[in-house]
T-cell receptor
Framework: KAGVTQTPRYLIKTRGQQVTLSCSPISGHRSVSWYQQTPGQGLQFLFEYFSETQRNKGNFPGRFSGRQFSNSRSEMNVSTLELGDSALYLC??????????????FGPGTRLTVT | AQTVTQSQPEMSVQEAETVTLSCTYDTSESDYYLFWYKQPPSRQMILVIRQEAYKQQNATENRFSVNFQKAAKSFSLKISDSQLGDAAMYFCAYRALSSDSNYQLIWGAGTKLIIKP
Protein backbone atom coordinates (compact mmCIF):
# COMPACT_ATOMS: atom_id res chain seq x y z
CA LYS A 1 0.00 0.00 0.00
CA ALA A 2 1.40 3.39 -0.97
CA GLY A 3 2.31 5.72 1.87
CA VAL A 4 1.39 9.33 2.42
CA THR A 5 2.71 11.52 -0.37
CA GLN A 6 3.31 15.23 -0.29
CA THR A 7 4.03 17.57 -3.17
CA PRO A 8 6.14 19.45 -3.79
CA ARG A 9 9.00 18.24 -1.61
CA TYR A 10 10.86 21.53 -1.74
CA LEU A 11 9.64 25.04 -2.40
CA ILE A 12 11.23 28.48 -2.37
CA LYS A 13 8.94 31.49 -2.25
CA THR A 14 9.28 35.21 -1.70
CA ARG A 15 7.69 37.19 1.11
CA GLY A 16 4.17 38.24 0.25
CA GLN A 17 3.52 35.36 -2.13
CA GLN A 18 1.12 32.55 -1.47
CA VAL A 19 1.71 28.82 -1.60
CA THR A 20 -0.35 25.65 -1.86
CA LEU A 21 0.88 22.32 -0.56
CA SER A 22 -0.71 18.99 -1.37
CA CYS A 23 -1.08 15.78 0.57
CA SER A 24 -2.41 12.42 -0.61
CA PRO A 25 -3.25 10.11 2.30
CA ILE A 26 -2.95 6.36 2.41
CA SER A 27 -5.76 4.73 0.50
CA GLY A 28 -8.77 4.31 2.79
CA HIS A 29 -7.65 6.91 5.30
CA ARG A 30 -10.18 9.70 5.74
CA SER A 31 -8.42 11.84 8.30
CA VAL A 32 -5.61 14.21 7.35
CA SER A 33 -3.68 16.41 9.76
CA TRP A 34 -1.16 19.11 8.99
CA TYR A 35 1.80 20.16 11.13
CA GLN A 36 4.44 22.84 10.93
CA GLN A 37 7.89 21.76 12.13
CA THR A 38 10.63 24.27 12.90
CA PRO A 39 13.84 23.94 14.95
CA GLY A 40 12.67 26.60 17.38
CA GLN A 41 9.00 25.70 17.86
CA GLY A 42 9.10 21.97 17.24
CA LEU A 43 6.00 20.27 15.87
CA GLN A 44 2.93 22.48 15.87
CA PHE A 45 -0.53 21.35 14.88
CA LEU A 46 -2.17 23.33 12.09
CA PHE A 47 -5.48 21.58 11.40
CA GLU A 48 -7.19 18.27 10.87
CA TYR A 49 -9.71 17.31 8.22
CA PHE A 50 -12.04 14.37 8.25
CA SER A 51 -14.53 13.64 5.47
CA GLU A 52 -13.99 17.08 3.91
CA THR A 53 -14.71 18.89 7.19
CA GLN A 54 -12.22 20.69 9.38
CA ARG A 55 -12.43 18.97 12.77
CA ASN A 56 -9.58 20.62 14.65
CA LYS A 57 -7.62 23.80 14.26
CA GLY A 58 -4.39 24.88 15.87
CA ASN A 59 -3.37 28.34 16.93
CA PHE A 60 -2.26 29.76 13.61
CA PRO A 61 -3.33 32.99 11.88
CA GLY A 62 -5.99 33.01 9.22
CA ARG A 63 -3.30 33.14 6.52
CA PHE A 64 -3.10 29.39 6.98
CA SER A 65 -6.02 27.52 5.51
CA GLY A 66 -6.77 24.08 4.20
CA ARG A 67 -9.32 21.90 2.59
CA GLN A 68 -10.01 18.26 1.91
CA PHE A 69 -11.50 16.78 -1.22
CA SER A 70 -13.94 13.92 -1.60
CA ASN A 71 -11.06 11.52 -2.35
CA SER A 72 -9.49 12.54 1.02
CA ARG A 73 -6.61 14.39 -0.62
CA SER A 74 -5.89 17.60 1.21
CA GLU A 75 -4.31 20.93 0.43
CA MET A 76 -3.06 23.65 2.68
CA ASN A 77 -2.59 27.22 1.60
CA VAL A 78 -0.52 29.97 3.13
CA SER A 79 -1.18 33.47 1.89
CA THR A 80 1.02 36.54 2.27
CA LEU A 81 4.07 34.52 3.19
CA GLU A 82 6.37 35.74 5.95
CA LEU A 83 9.98 34.78 6.64
CA GLY A 84 8.79 32.96 9.77
CA ASP A 85 6.71 30.59 7.66
CA SER A 86 9.89 28.83 6.54
CA ALA A 87 9.48 25.34 7.90
CA LEU A 88 8.93 21.68 7.16
CA TYR A 89 5.21 21.09 6.65
CA LEU A 90 4.14 17.58 7.52
CA CYS A 91 0.96 15.84 6.57
CA UNK A 92 -0.31 12.80 8.45
CA UNK A 93 -3.19 10.50 7.62
CA UNK A 94 -5.11 8.06 9.75
CA UNK A 95 -7.90 5.59 9.34
CA UNK A 96 -10.43 7.10 11.71
CA UNK A 97 -10.19 10.32 13.65
CA UNK A 98 -12.43 9.33 16.58
CA UNK A 99 -10.51 6.26 17.74
CA UNK A 100 -7.99 7.67 20.23
CA UNK A 101 -5.56 4.79 19.79
CA UNK A 102 -5.11 5.47 16.11
CA UNK A 103 -1.69 5.86 14.60
CA UNK A 104 -0.89 8.72 12.33
CA UNK A 105 1.10 7.93 9.21
CA PHE A 106 3.32 10.78 8.13
CA GLY A 107 4.43 11.95 4.74
CA PRO A 108 7.98 13.07 3.96
CA GLY A 109 7.06 16.72 4.29
CA THR A 110 7.36 19.82 2.14
CA ARG A 111 10.34 22.03 2.93
CA LEU A 112 9.22 25.62 2.42
CA THR A 113 11.79 28.40 2.35
CA VAL A 114 10.60 31.99 2.30
CA THR A 115 13.13 34.60 1.18
CA ALA B 1 -4.17 22.49 29.39
CA GLN B 2 -2.21 19.37 28.67
CA THR B 3 1.51 19.71 28.06
CA VAL B 4 4.28 17.30 27.15
CA THR B 5 7.87 17.94 28.19
CA GLN B 6 11.00 16.29 26.87
CA SER B 7 13.80 17.69 28.98
CA GLN B 8 16.67 16.18 26.98
CA PRO B 9 17.24 18.08 23.72
CA GLU B 10 19.99 15.63 22.77
CA MET B 11 21.22 12.24 23.97
CA SER B 12 24.06 10.07 22.80
CA VAL B 13 24.74 6.40 23.33
CA GLN B 14 27.33 3.89 22.27
CA GLU B 15 26.19 1.33 19.74
CA ALA B 16 24.82 -1.81 21.44
CA GLU B 17 24.25 0.03 24.71
CA THR B 18 20.93 0.98 26.30
CA VAL B 19 19.53 4.49 26.40
CA THR B 20 16.46 5.99 28.06
CA LEU B 21 14.65 9.04 26.74
CA SER B 22 12.51 10.99 29.19
CA CYS B 23 9.03 12.38 28.77
CA THR B 24 6.73 13.93 31.32
CA TYR B 25 3.24 15.25 30.77
CA ASP B 26 0.63 17.21 32.59
CA THR B 27 -3.05 16.33 32.47
CA SER B 28 -6.10 16.13 34.64
CA GLU B 29 -7.56 13.31 32.56
CA SER B 30 -7.64 9.77 33.91
CA ASP B 31 -7.48 7.94 30.63
CA TYR B 32 -5.43 8.83 27.60
CA TYR B 33 -2.90 7.49 25.11
CA LEU B 34 0.80 8.15 24.99
CA PHE B 35 3.01 7.68 21.96
CA TRP B 36 6.64 7.72 20.96
CA TYR B 37 7.35 8.67 17.36
CA LYS B 38 10.72 8.49 15.60
CA GLN B 39 11.85 10.88 12.85
CA PRO B 40 15.10 9.70 11.20
CA PRO B 41 17.14 12.32 9.32
CA SER B 42 15.41 13.21 6.05
CA ARG B 43 12.96 10.36 6.52
CA GLN B 44 9.36 10.04 7.51
CA MET B 45 8.13 10.08 11.07
CA ILE B 46 6.96 6.67 12.25
CA LEU B 47 5.26 5.34 15.35
CA VAL B 48 7.58 3.47 17.70
CA ILE B 49 5.28 2.50 20.54
CA ARG B 50 1.97 3.44 22.16
CA GLN B 51 0.54 3.01 25.67
CA GLU B 52 -2.98 3.40 26.98
CA ALA B 53 -3.03 4.95 30.42
CA TYR B 54 -5.42 2.50 32.07
CA LYS B 55 -3.20 -0.46 31.16
CA GLN B 56 -0.70 -1.10 33.93
CA GLN B 57 1.61 -3.23 31.85
CA ASN B 58 4.35 -1.33 30.08
CA ALA B 59 4.26 -1.58 26.30
CA THR B 60 7.14 -3.23 24.46
CA GLU B 61 8.05 -3.49 20.78
CA ASN B 62 11.16 -5.58 20.20
CA ARG B 63 14.12 -3.49 21.48
CA PHE B 64 11.84 -0.60 22.47
CA SER B 65 10.02 -0.51 25.78
CA VAL B 66 8.45 2.13 27.95
CA ASN B 67 8.46 2.83 31.65
CA PHE B 68 5.02 4.28 32.29
CA GLN B 69 4.57 5.84 35.72
CA LYS B 70 1.03 7.17 35.77
CA ALA B 71 1.16 8.79 39.19
CA ALA B 72 4.37 10.58 38.30
CA LYS B 73 3.05 11.38 34.79
CA SER B 74 6.20 10.00 33.29
CA PHE B 75 6.55 8.01 30.06
CA SER B 76 10.16 7.19 29.26
CA LEU B 77 11.38 5.21 26.26
CA LYS B 78 14.11 2.62 26.67
CA ILE B 79 16.04 1.48 23.62
CA SER B 80 18.08 -1.66 24.19
CA ASP B 81 21.02 -2.81 22.06
CA SER B 82 21.14 0.56 20.25
CA GLN B 83 21.79 0.38 16.54
CA LEU B 84 23.03 3.00 14.08
CA GLY B 85 19.57 3.03 12.51
CA ASP B 86 18.09 4.24 15.78
CA ALA B 87 19.66 7.66 15.25
CA ALA B 88 16.73 10.07 14.93
CA MET B 89 14.59 12.69 16.62
CA TYR B 90 12.22 11.06 19.07
CA PHE B 91 8.95 12.75 19.92
CA CYS B 92 6.68 11.97 22.83
CA ALA B 93 2.98 12.69 22.27
CA TYR B 94 -0.20 12.61 24.31
CA ARG B 95 -3.82 12.21 23.31
CA ALA B 96 -6.77 12.54 25.67
CA LEU B 97 -9.75 10.24 25.26
CA SER B 98 -12.31 12.89 26.06
CA SER B 99 -14.25 14.18 23.09
CA ASP B 100 -13.72 17.71 24.42
CA SER B 101 -10.10 17.44 23.38
CA ASN B 102 -11.11 16.49 19.83
CA TYR B 103 -8.48 13.76 20.25
CA GLN B 104 -5.77 16.19 19.27
CA LEU B 105 -2.17 15.02 19.72
CA ILE B 106 -0.04 17.15 22.04
CA TRP B 107 3.67 16.90 21.17
CA GLY B 108 6.89 17.26 23.10
CA ALA B 109 9.81 19.24 21.68
CA GLY B 110 11.74 16.13 20.75
CA THR B 111 15.04 14.52 21.72
CA LYS B 112 17.81 14.04 19.20
CA LEU B 113 19.40 10.63 19.68
CA ILE B 114 22.97 10.15 18.46
CA ILE B 115 24.42 6.67 18.16
CA LYS B 116 28.20 6.43 18.47
CA PRO B 117 29.74 3.57 16.50
Amino acid sequence: KAGVTQTPRYLIKTRGQQVTLSCSPISGHRSVSWYQQTPGQGLQFLFEYFSETQRNKGNFPGRFSGRQFSNSRSEMNVSTLELGDSALYLCASSLWSRDPSYEQYFGPGTRLTVT
Amino acid sequence: AQTVTQSQPEMSVQEAETVTLSCTYDTSESDYYLFWYKQPPSRQMILVIRQEAYKQQNATENRFSVNFQKAAKSFSLKISDSQLGDAAMYFCAYRALSSDSNYQLIWGAGTKLIIKP
